[in-house]
């Protein structure tokens, strides 16, 4: 991180994350009720750590002379830090197996419904009302 960056003024005393950091100190050890200075400090160093992370993205995207930020761009600035790199891609692997699994889904729904619907109706293939099609074959 190269030059820390102060906080917007109107975002100095907004907590962002503060029911997560509650459970997560209290799975680490502390009261079920932790401080809320505690609370407030350790939001504000996830803050700040989440906007250098993407100031840091954003500028690698100047760099490369492309207006938007690309997920490779948080991926670069993350190179140094191992344990964050591949927990980012292992989260980018689970979207895109859910995403697969959703699709199926819906495919699956989709092609099930359809010949419910074709049985119950009566029209289908063998009716007999299609059979110019057939007859021009034979």
């Known amino acids: 991180m190269s030059e820390p ?4 003024r109107r975002h100095r005393n907004e ?5 997560d950091l509650r459970h997560l100190l209290y799975a680490y050890g502390d009261d079920r009720e932790p401080l809320p200075e505690t609370v ?6 996830l803050t700040d750590y989440i906007i ?4 840091s993205a954003a500028s690698l ?3 490369s002379r492309r207006n938007k930020v690309k997920v ?30 959703r699709e199926q889904f819906d495919e699956k729904i989709g092609t099930g419904a359809a010949p ?15 059979g110019g099609a057939e007859g021009g074959k034979a």
Do not use: W, Y
């Open 52 to 55: 250098e992370i993407c100031h």
């Open 72 to 101: 490779d761009d948080f991926k670069f600035a993350l190179r140094r830090d191992p344990r964050k790199l591949g927990r980012v891609q292992e989260l980018l692997h689970m979207t895109q197996v859910i995403k697969r699994a």
């Open 40 to 45: 407030k400090v350790l939001d504000e160093i």
């Open 5 to 8: 960056r102060t906080r917007a």
């Open 116 to 130: 419910q619907a074709g049985a119950v109706g009566g029209s289908g293939v063998g009716n007999g009302k299609e």
């Open 61 to 63: 995207a100047t760099h």
């Open 15 to 19: 907590i962002n994350f503060g029911k």
